[in-house]
């Protein structure tokens, strides 16, 4: 039973929290949102600098919220790829710095097998394989997790990703940032199928189309004709435009993700990121799910949006099957997920 403590700072939340195997002691998040809203998106150099500021409170929140003393926790874990270099480099100067002075065993973490550790949280029973699909404002991947450690990616996108084209679309109507919660709550008085929008189909050189990669600029460019189309015409139906949208997103999602399971012969999928808090989308992968008898797990939002609970969950799998990381690793701002077990030495002595 390993209890971690871990620091996640790869884009704009300073997160640090402490698990014990699947249980989660305590979970401090300090969103930069209202800082970068300003701006419209996040401001690379400003997160860094607001971590720097908020880094040492956040961890001692998260000690004193568990209850705990510096020698209950077997090891310490941060985030280190992928995410924005400046942003890791704190949180990873921190774990690296609590590493040394209280003696114990360091581990770095991928930021999306985090991701993928929402649903174990959220779903102690949870076992692979399954399929997850991840939808954050940075990714948009389906996960065959195939055991623990072991990823295979069947399908990502090819442009944006899923919560970018919701925060693109919502600043061209002028919503505010971040626009996928925004843009959920005005869908929910709008008409889906009011304006039919592209599915951003990814063609293949021998003809067809590839069964499981995303595209989601021609749909947010599709949205951007429609408004100028519609301006012209006089006032804009928000609520059915963003309806439209989120529609055409959560069906592009749930028919791709569900032909990845399938084909695959998996019977389970779980989702995670900030999108996956979209009710669009959890209406859409829930009915398709009943039809093709598969289980779907969703993790709540705070496990779905960037924590540190979700690293540390990571970590102590990790930490449990023997692995530690060398205190010479060092962020990077990509990493493929099936690559994740080079962040980690296996000769720790028990
Ligand atoms: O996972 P996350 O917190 O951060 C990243 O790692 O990117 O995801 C943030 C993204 C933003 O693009 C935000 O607009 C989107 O998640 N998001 C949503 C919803 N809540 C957050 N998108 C659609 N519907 C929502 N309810
Ligand atoms: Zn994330």
């Known amino acids: ?81 992928p995410g924005l270099v400046g942003a890791l480099l704190v949180g990873m100067a921190a774990a690296k710095t609590l590493s040394i002075i209280h003696n114990k065993p360091f581990l770095g973490v991928h930021h999306l097998e985090g991701h993928i550790y929402a649903s174990y949280l959220a779903q102690p029973e949870l076992q692979p394989p399954f399929l997850c699909l ?106 059915d435009v963003a309806a439209s949208f989120q529609h055409t997103v959560a069906k592009v999602l749930t028919k791709r993700s569900v032909k990845c399971a399938l084909d695959h012969g998996l019977d389970t999928i779980t989702i995670g990121g900030g999108v996956a808090a979209n009710s669009g989308l959890r209406k859409h992968l829930q009915q398709a799910a009943e039809k093709h008898n598969l289980k779907v797990y969703f993790p709540p939002l705070k496990f779905c949006t960037d924590n540190a609970a979700m690293i540390a969950c990571a970590a102590a799998q990790h930490f449990n099957l023997g692995h530690t990381s060398s205190l010479d690793l060092n962020v990077q701002s990509r990493m493929p997920i099936d690559k994740v077990m080079q962040l980690y030495e296996h000769n720790r002595m028990f």
């Open 1 to 81: 039973m390993a209890t971690i403590l871990a620091i996640e700072t790869s884009c704009d939340e300073t997160a640090v929290a402490i698990v014990k195997n699947r249980q989660v002691l305590s979970s401090i998040v300090s969103s930069q949102i209202e800082l970068h809203q300003t701006y419209g998106g996040v401001v690379p150099e400003l997160a860094s600098r607001q971590h720097l500021e908020i880094i040492n409170p956040c961890i001692d929140r998260a000690i004193s919220a568990a209850g705990l003393q510096w020698q209950d926790i077997d090891a310490i874990a941060v985030t280190c790829t």
């Open 134 to 239: 991840l939808v954050s404002g940075g990714h948009t991947s389906s996960i065959y997790v195939k055991d623990y450690g072991k990823y295979e990616l069947l399908g990502s996108t090819r442009d944006d990703a899923a919560g970018e084209a919701f925060d693109k679309v919502a600043r061209l109507l002028d919503l505010g940032y971040p626009g996928g919660p925004i843009i959920d709550r005005l869908a929910q008085q709008g008409n889906p199928k009011a304006f039919q929008l592209p599915e951003g189909r990814i063609s293949l050189p021998k003809g067809g189309y590839h069964p499981y990669d995303y595209s989601f600029s021609g749909i947010k460019t599709a949205v951007l004709r429609l408004v100028e189309q519609l301006q012209e015409q006089g006032e804009i139906p928000v609520n």
